[in-house]
């Protein structure tokens, strides 16, 4: 099976980016404080793992993506999306080809080869969505993925020029990170985000009431501008079934021990399943 995707491709002169495609930055809003945290520490010749954490949906791997795809230095970038379960051994051979070193035949040799691989120069590794090689006990799935863990241990203690950057949900059971929680949009960042979507209506009550989350302000303006494009604004969210959503949100019996952005996500994404289902009704 195929785990990545294979690509090469030189954007700008001397930087090769090579591995899965990351994600698509149109209509990026904010995340100054963020990325201001993360170039420092990619400038800092003491760190050498950085994560980036948080729920789904609050744009982790866009805020790495604009990394990525932005950062000064770094003349060889490897992007690997894992979240199809890619094991070390496949990642670090694609890493070693792309990078031209040596890529030993033994597996027990990748985590050193990579490693001294990485030395060797200036380069950026991410790794997105690494919650998906551990257990909810935030161990390693299975022995396999295990190596990443070796890998991680082994470039902490040897360290270099280069920097590797994780995205996940779940920190796993490691030392040597430097982690940046990643929360929702500011207000003003989200009411960017929605202007730039098209969404009109009173915008700074809605990102406050979704608390920033951009993966649902970006589901709820597909909803509005799919039902309704000629006037996509909030207030429609009545007619297609939301119209308590801040009851719901506010609601401690209803949001539980969820959080409140996943509660909304469900919330939306019911809404425009039973318009979908409404439409092709009407069509057949």
């Excluded at 051979?93 to 200036?122: H, I, M, N």
Aim: contains cysteine.
């Amino acid at each position: 099976m195929k785990w990545l995707e294979h690509s090469t491709k030189v954007e700008s002169p001397g930087v090769l980016k090579a591995g899965d495609s990351p994600k698509s930055l149109a209509h990026w809003q904010g995340r100054k404080t963020e990325i201001a945290q993360i170039n420092q520490w990619l400038t800092d010749e003491n760190t050498f793992l950085i994560g980036i954490e948080g729920i789904g949906g609050t744009g982790k791997s866009m805020l790495a993506s604009k990394i990525y795809d932005e950062i000064e230095g770094f003349p060889k970038r490897f992007w690997a999306d894992v979240r199809n379960g890619a094991s070390f051994s496949d990642l670090a051979r694609q890493v070693l080809t792309e990078f031209g070193s040596p890529v030993p035949e033994k597996e027990k040799q990748l985590v050193e080869a990579l490693v001294k691989c990485l030395r060797s120069g200036q380069f950026l590794l991410i790794i997105d969505n690494l919650e998906s090689l551990l257990q909810p006990d935030r161990q390693w799935e299975s022995r396999l993925y295990g190596l990443y863990g070796d890998f991680f241990n082994a470039w902490v203690e040897s360290g270099g020029n280069s920097k590797v950057l994780v995205t996940t949900r779940e920190r796993p059971e490691l030392k040597g990170f430097e982690w940046l929680p990643l929360k929702g949009l500011q207000v003003e960042e989200g009411v960017a985000l929605l202007t730039a979507l098209g969404i009109r209506g009173d915008l700074g009550e809605f990102v406050e009431l979704v608390d920033g989350h951009p993966l649902l302000l970006r589901l709820v303006a597909d909803l509005l501008k799919e039902e309704y494009p000629q006037d996509p604004n909030l207030g429609r969210l009545a007619d297609l079934g939301l119209g308590n959503l801040r009851q719901l949100l506010t609601d401690s019996q209803v949001v539980g021990v969820h959080r409140r952005e996943n509660v909304g996500m469900v919330l939306v994404l019911d809404a425009s399943f039973k318009r979908l289902s409404f439409c092709r009704s009407q069509s057949k």
